[in-house]
């Protein structure tokens, strides 16, 4: 069975770090991409980074440039995004996505979904 799996969430304080993880399961990570996403509550969702699958390049918004690391580690199956200087603003529930082989910004090329993990900062 297809399946990723979120973890690490929680509340956060402002300025404090998170490692957000995304367990695969029924494929390999190599072959594909792995995206995260997030949306916060009356906000269009946002993607924030990417981990080709082909290349291994790695993609951030804006939002997140210079603050977050993507990594993946091919024996767990596992992507992990490690975000710093934690700021209300990354409050949102955030998902990882897995499409074929290399990056996009468009939800609609993601064929599996996990099911999200709530990230709320706040002092």
């Known amino acids: 069975q297809v399946q990723l799996v979120e973890s690490g969430g929680g509340l956060m304080q402002p300025g404090g770090s998170l490692t957000l993880s995304c367990a695969a399961s029924g494929f390999t990570l190599p072959y594909y991409a792995i995206g995260w996403f997030r949306q916060a509550p009356g906000k269009e969702s946002e993607g924030v980074s990417c981990?080709?699958?082909?290349?291994?390049?790695?993609y951030y918004a804006d939002s997140l440039r210079g603050r977050a690391t993507i990594s993946r580690d091919n024996a767990k199956n596992t992507v992990y995004l490690q975000i710093n200087s934690l700021k209300p603003e990354d409050t949102a529930v955030y998902y990882c996505?897995?499409?074929?082989?290399?990056?996009?910004?468009?939800?609609?090329?993601?064929?599996?979904w996990g099911q999200g993990t709530q990230v709320t900062v706040s002092s």
């Open positions: 996505a897995v499409k074929r082989y290399y990056c996009s910004g468009s939800t609609h090329e993601y064929n599996i």
């Open positions: 981990f080709s699958g082909r290349d291994g390049s790695t």
